[in-house]
């Protein structure tokens, strides 16, 4: 099972990033995929999460400025977040989860700049 996260990178307050998660080795379209951030010396935290119906789900932190969704055919998931702010600095994880199985990606980095 691979989950590779990709789209992280330094944006100004107030930016625009896309998160990119292609998973292979899972039967992708029946499992829930979620995306996690982790700032340093914080808790692993739930950002968005969209079940195998495409039924989304959001932290407060995130909501109304981020939207989680999935392809698939491509086997990703995508989480789009706008109107960024430091608070959201943090190594972004991507998840997968069914009933079986909970597997992790490796992250990747999210900077916002003030």
């Known amino acids: 099972v691979q989950l590779q996260a990709s789209g992280g990178g330094v944006v100004q307050a107030g930016g625009s990033l896309r998160l990119s998660c292609a998973a292979s080795?899972?039967?992708?379209?029946?499992?829930?995929m979620a995306w996690y951030r982790q700032a340093p010396g914080k808790q692993r935290e739930l950002v968005a999460s969209?079940?195998?119906?495409?039924?989304?789900g959001y932290a407060v932190s995130v909501k109304g400025r981020s939207t989680i969704s999935r392809d698939n055919a491509k086997r990703t998931v995508y989480l789009q977040m706008n109107s960024l702010k430091p608070e959201d600095t943090a190594v972004y994880y991507c998840?997968?989860?069914?009933?079986?199985?909970?597997?992790w990606g490796q992250g990747t980095q999210v900077t916002v700049s003030s």
């Open positions: 080795g899972i039967i992708f379209n029946i499992v829930t």
């Open positions: 998840n997968a989860k069914s009933s079986v199985m909970n597997y």
């Open positions: 969209i079940t195998s119906d495409s039924s989304t």
